[in-house]
């Protein structure tokens, strides 16, 4: 089976709504219907500075997801690419589909002038882990947030 990689679109929703209730689902977490509506109506928008979505197809169904969105950055000229959300089925974990969805935003983050590409996940992630220590650099970096 080959993995085809391209932009989200608006007959994806279906699906695109099962694989980020299941990306969510691994994060342990559960958001209500219009944050659904409202990031994928921001995902197909057209301003670009907003959120851009790359899926992953094998065989006609959608089995894995990359979210993510260009902003400035104080210490450099050039725009940065942030992935938020990287997503592959487990059924498909381990045959490429990380691989190539995060080769599909390198290449978008090239075509933007954005050359630096971060992401974050959680420590106990350990399966996609092995993937991003062969593909990109782990950093010192420890994240803090606002709670509430």
């Known amino acids: 089976m080959s993995i085809v990689i391209r932009p989200l ?31 994928f109506k921001r995902l197909l928008g057209d301003d670009p500075q907003d959120y851009h979505a790359l899926v992953a197809e094998m065989d006609g169904t959608l089995v894995g997801l990359a979210h993510y969105l260009f902003h400035r950055h104080g210490w450099k000229v050039d725009n940065v690419c942030y992935l938020q959300d990287l997503f592959a089925a487990p059924q498909v974990r381990g045959k490429g589909v ?51």
């Open 98 to 148: 990380g691989r190539a969805l995060i080769a599909a935003v390198y290449d978008a983050a090239d075509k933007a002038d954005a050359p630096g590409v971060y992401w974050l996940t959680q420590d106990t992630n350990t399966q996609a882990r092995q993937l991003y220590d062969r593909i990109g650099t782990l950093t010192p970096f420890i994240k803090y947030a606002r709670t509430g």
């Open 9 to 39: 679109t608006a007959a994806d929703e279906p699906q695109w709504r099962a694989l980020w209730r299941d990306y969510l689902a691994f994060y342990e977490t559960e958001l209500p219907r219009p944050i659904y509506d409202a990031y």
